[in-house]
């Protein structure tokens, strides 16, 4: 009935009513953090109603665009950590040498 009236809007994607998804909205956490067969599969069901809707809004591009902008983030982070690493180790180095070199 709901299909001959919404057609296409309409998730094909279901999800069923379970015990563990009153419980996780309950605890206010994710369904797949529960832990029962129960959640499990309902766990199932909500991924899959969720890549539906990433897929059918078209922001599967915008989720894969925004994890490679926080990888190379990510990346630009350590370069830096490591940069700066080297740079206080070159330091210390230095001032070893320096008082190496005025204690003898």
């Not at 015990?19 to 832990?35: C, K, L, N, Y």
Request: net charge positive; charged share 35%.
């Amino acid at each position: 009935m709901l299909d001959d009236h919404l057609g296409s809007l309409l998730l094909r994607n279901q999800i069923g009513y379970r015990a563990s998804v009153d419980t996780a909205v309950g605890e206010m956490r994710p369904v797949w953090r529960i832990g029962s067969g129960a959640a499990r599969d309902a766990a199932a069901e909500v991924r899959g109603a969720i890549e539906e809707v990433i897929e059918r809004c078209g922001f599967r591009e915008l989720i894969q665009a925004d994890r490679e902008a926080r990888e190379k983030a990510a990346k630009a982070r350590r370069r830096s950590s490591k940069a700066s690493k080297v740079k206080k180790a070159s330091k210390r180095n230095v001032k070893t040498a320096v008082s190496e070199e005025a204690n003898s």
